[in-house]
């Protein structure tokens, strides 16, 4: 059915399955059979380490199977449509509709038009109200859920938090569903929804319904079913050392963005940065042993054969042994000494396919680079960047977000300009020569003097570049904010797309003759969309419906991005951006996502939201005072860390020298309830 | 040391490029411990040589690699497609491995022709029987073709070095064709194009590459294929 039409579209190695770590589950009544979704291509979706470890985990599980789904690029969609093939698992070319759950996997707003464009493929009704006791079952995770109120109606089920524990109760919940529909049992649809909800971490928003006023404001979301709980709580796993996770991660036959071995050293981050919705919503901080680390990297490139291995967090540098790690991982691969290799045992004379051709080590990993893909600036050090060095280097970023001093003690990210230069010295002096820089532009109370300094941190590294190197290059990347749930800018008022075009073009102005330095920005037009679904109500599936009925899809493309069609929808179901988007929250407003719980306390988010405007920044909490946020209190959970000792380096609190931090940090001043 | 490898491509690894086949190589090599040569300077490759491309969706029994390894390594060529074949994903696999002495000439220019087994589909044995044979019986046989986003006219017929159509066990018509490999040559699907009206190109399967040397024709590895057609 499948196979005749791909020699005919592109790229058809990515429809295929087969990788190295790929499943070929036995399905049967017994078993709750899930197809994992990812909104977005094969090449996006392949390497998203939430979808393999949920893979991985439920077949595992006795009462589960799971398989694959991506979306398929237009040219197979259309050729799909035209001959009646419905959505299919990658791994066994299996139809949709055989599985009983498809799970999606949600981490950028832009794709919700992907997943209403997959669920019709599959061949359900798009809206969840419209399904029949035969038809999928829909859910979502992923950073996008925790505020899932404008794709509600497509689904029947969300979850928050981390998915390993809740993965494997949603399959016993619905395996029982299951056994009694195959027994025979007069069992409805709505009896598997109200089994979910009672799942902690899931949330069915059938059950729910929203409250409005006499002048349609939303007063509240309530259950309007027993079953559903008042407020929906996050899942966190406590010990990130139980889930060693992929164990068998996914080698792709094709080409895939973040092609490489892939570990994860922590998850959660306790810097506090005020704009990171992911920095908010995944605490507490959670370390994975530094042992385990080494291990999953030693037995992940030599299952997997790559030559590069990414350790990944939101903030590497700030795993308590990360030094540790990155020399473990050099070191282990280095070629052996040239005394060994004199005596006519070179490397590969002992064949032994167990234990691999060559020997331990066979010469080979020394070519190994490690990336560290998240870096904050102030805990890299020369350190860091030698051991990097002796191994294969990569690319460079860093991400001071802000480009002055004020913006950043607004934004909480406390990280000097001179920690900045210190850390790009380290850099080239160690033989970079190319660096990245992450900001963000529309943040709260920023000035064109802000928005210009960009500008010149940028010709400043440049500068120490000039130093080391003939033609040192940095790219500087600018995104507009987009102000998220469950963060203390959940309440500010985004950038209107004009005032966003303006400040991009300040920069591109101001940086237009300065050689070394490149602009790229991210499109302010898409910037106003993810703005709009980010903190949007259920007022928005009939936006979403009605842009993927006129064609939109794969907005995450800059080539398919259309602007107009959402503009269009917007003002066919009588919303408005202004209203949507730009619009300051006031402190009583209820919020679309107040019935769902990411462990933080309301009153710390605003208390932090004052405090931005005061320019006060906080220091770390894992190795200092609490604040209260309400992450590791309410779930009984300490900071998981590996070391005791805070990295070296950095100027919010960890660093060696106090003395080093430029202004005094303000400490929180009243307790929780105020404000 | 240079190792000669030949190696089978089926079923649906069919769909990867010439350049994901080239990766899945980089890193079955590293996955099967075998200390590969690399090119020096700021971004080190592992020196590996492939053949004559194979285009997507073409299944083969006959693909070759030539891999440099590190000075002084010492393999047990015995055992080695077995280990390089376990190190490869399904449908890839190593057939057989020999080491080939330095200044061997390149495969890309070695290769002076391959041998094909083309389905048909939507014509019969008859038609297709007698259309080979006027293709052969034709003095020459000029396709316009685009080089360099140029049309361009050749003479194909020299590259059309045997024809056999033969009943094929499921669908249509199976061709057997050896053609040409060097300056452009002729591939599989111009060879159906050929055919004329309703002719349509099923699954295409590369069965084996020839070499010229002293005027004799033989396969890049003497070894006798592991894999005959299959199903």
Known sequence: MLEPILPLVSKPARYIGGEDG??????????????????????????????????????????AVAERTYAPWTDLEERMRAEGVPLFSVDTHRPAADFDVLAFNLSAELTYTNLVGMIDLAGAPVRAADRAIDDLLVGAGGHCTYNPEPIAAFLDFVVLGDGEEVAGEISAALAGWKAARVAGDPVTRHDALTALAGVTGVYVPALYQPVTDAEGRLVATRPIDPAAPELVEKRTVADLGQWPYPRQQLVPLTEVVHDRLNVEVFRGCTRGCRFCQAGMITRPVRERPAEQVRTMVAEGLRRTGYDEVALTSLSTADFSGVEDVVGAIVRSGERPAPA???????????????????????????????????????????????????????????APEGGTWRMRQVIN?????????????????????????????????????????????????????????????????????????????????????????????????ALRRDRGVQLKWHDPRATTVEGIMSRGDRRLAAVIEDVWRHGGTFQEWSEHFDLQLWLDALERQGLTVEELAYRHRTEDEALPWDHLSAGLHKDFLWQDWRDALAEVGLEDCRWTPCYDCGACTGYGIEHVVASAVPPAGGSQGTGPSPAAVPVALGRRPVPAGAG | ?????????????????????????????????????????????????????????????????????????????????????????????????????????????????????????????????????????APELVTTRQRKGKDVSDDVRPHLLHLQPQAHPAEGVLLVAELGAQNRGLRPSELVALLGDGAREGRVRRTHQFTEHDGTRCEPLPAPHALERAS
């Not at chain 1, 197809?35 to 009462?63: C, F, K, M, S, V």
């Not at chain 1, 990336?371 to 002796?390: H, K, M, W, Y």
């Not at chain 2, 449908?91 to 290769?111: E, I």
């Open chain 1, 22 to 63: 790929a499943q070929v589950p036995e399905h049967g009544p017994g078993r709750v059979a899930w197809l994992l979704a990812y909104p977005d291509t094969y090449e996006i979706g392949l390497p998203n380490q939430g979808l393999q470890i949920l893979y991985e985990i439920l077949n595992e599980r006795p009462d």
């Open chain 1, 340 to 398: 060994d290799e004199g005596e006519g045992q070179g490397p590969g004379s002992s064949l032994d396919c167990g234990a691999g051709l060559g020997g331990p080590g066979a010469g080979l990993a020394s070519d190994i680079s490690v990336s560290l893909p998240s870096l904050r600036v102030d805990a890299f050090t020369v350190g860091i960047a030698a051991e990097i060095q002796r191994a294969r280097r990569t690319g460079l970023t860093f």
């Open chain 1, 413 to 509: 990210k406390l990280i000097s300009d001179d920690d900045l230069y210190g850390a790009v010295e380290s850099a080239y002096s160690q033989g970079w020569r190319r660096m990245k820089l992450y900001f963000l532009v529309g943040l709260p109370t920023e000035t064109d003097e802000d928005t210009l300094g960009i500008a010149t941190l940028a010709r400043n590294v440049v500068e120490i570049g000039r130093r080391h190197h003939k033609n040192p290059s940095v790219t500087v990347s600018v995104g507009g904010f987009v102000p998220k749930p469950f963060t203390p800018f959940q309440w500010f008022g985004q950038n209107t797309r004009q005032e966003l075009e303006r400040k991009v073009g300040l920069l591109r102005d």
């Open chain 2, 1 to 137: 040391m240079r190792l000669r490898v030949r190696f089978s491509k089926l079923g649906k690894v069919r769909f990867t490029s010439h350049r994901d086949v080239a990766r899945i190589w980089e890193r079955a090599l590293r996955r099967a411990s075998l200390p590969v040569a690399r090119t020096e300077g700021f971004s080190p490759r592992p020196k590996l040589h492939f053949g004559l491309a194979l285009s997507t969706g073409y299944e083969s029994l006959a693909e070759y690699l030539d891999v440099d390894l590190v000075e002084g390594t010492i393999v047990d060529l015995a055992v080695l497609p077995e280990a390089l074949t376990a190190a490869l994903p399904g449908g890839l696999a190593a057939t057989a491995v020999a080491t080939v002495p330095p200044g061997t000439p390149s495969l890309q220019h070695a290769v002076t022709s391959s041998r094909w087994e083309v389905e048909v589909h939507d014509l019969d044995l008859a038609t297709v029987t007698a259309r080979t044979e006027a293709l052969l019986a």
